[in-house]
């Protein structure tokens, strides 16, 4: 029997922003066309290596919910248990939800749109005011009071949330075994490989997570990852 448990994380397909080309957050835009199909694919390609979970997760996103039932649906474990929560949401873009990353760099310039979307600490500018990308008043936040509520996240903002999900609902099942499935967004799975990996503030600049790719992480007896791969048509 193998001594290495695994976590298969998986970036949502392409959202219909994604495809626009437009920065997302916390915003609840559903899957694009390709995005249901690179979804279904995820599905195929974990399903090939015979995956029986024991926990999936997900963050309050459609588009990584979508994504989550199409994989579930394809590997026919739609009765998995399934635990929701905003610690695995995208990290909140502020001000910049909605607008065009091509014309945000046009006028703020390419250097500071990379450290804005790559960076460690850098800090989008946040949200002002109550506007269509304000998601405060939405009824599956009500456990954040108004100021709670995050008007923009950095990365190092969006570990601080993530990671203590990882430490306590996360680690336990890792100890016991458990075989974990866990669907979030290109930002919460950064935060967590620079934890898992030790990635210091250059590396992390330049970790992308592709769509709708799984991404196996092994760990050994004592919770430490030991080795990670993406599975695609090769393997
Ligand atoms: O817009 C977003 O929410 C994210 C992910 O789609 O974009 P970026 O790749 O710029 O972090």
């Known amino acids: 029997m193998s001594s290495v448990t695994r976590v ?18 916390w915003c609840d835009v559903d899957l694009s066309k390709k995005g249901c199909e690179e979804a279904k ?15 999936a997760y997900t963050s309050l996103l459609k588009r990584a919910i979508h994504t989550l039932w199409y994989v579930l649906d394809k590997i ?31 006028k703020y310039g390419d250097q500071q749109v990379k450290e804005w979307r790559r960076s460690f600490d850098s800090m989008p500018p946040p ?20 100021e709670q509520f995050p008007k923009s996240e950095s990365l190092a903002l969006t570990i601080n949330r993530v990671i203590p999900f990882w430490n306590n609902i996360i680690l336990p ?12 967004h290109g930002n919460s799975i950064r935060a967590l490989m620079k934890y898992l990996d030790g990635l210091n503030n ?5 970790l992308n997570i592709p769509t709708g790719m799984p991404l196996i992480y092994e760990f050994n007896e004592v919770v430490k990852p030991v080795r990670h791969y993406y599975l695609n048509n090769i393997v």
């Open 8 to 25: 298969v994380f998986l970036r949502h397909g392409q959202s219909k922003w994604n495809y626009e080309n437009r920065f997302t957050g």
């Open 41 to 55: 694919q995820a599905g195929m390609l974990i399903q090939k290596q015979g995956f029986i979970f024991d926990y």
């Open 76 to 106: 026919d474990q739609a009765w998995l248990p399934v635990e929701k929560t905003w610690h695995l949401n995208e990290r909140h873009y502020g001000a910049l939800q909605g607008l065009n990353k091509t014309e945000v760099a046009k």
């Open 127 to 146: 949200l002002h005011g109550i506007n269509q990308q304000f998601s405060g008043y939405d009824i599956r936040y009500t456990k954040f009071t108004l």
């Open 173 to 184: 099942k890792i100890k016991n075994k458990k075989t974990i499935l866990i669907v979030a």
């Open 202 to 206: 250059e590396e992390i600049l330049e």
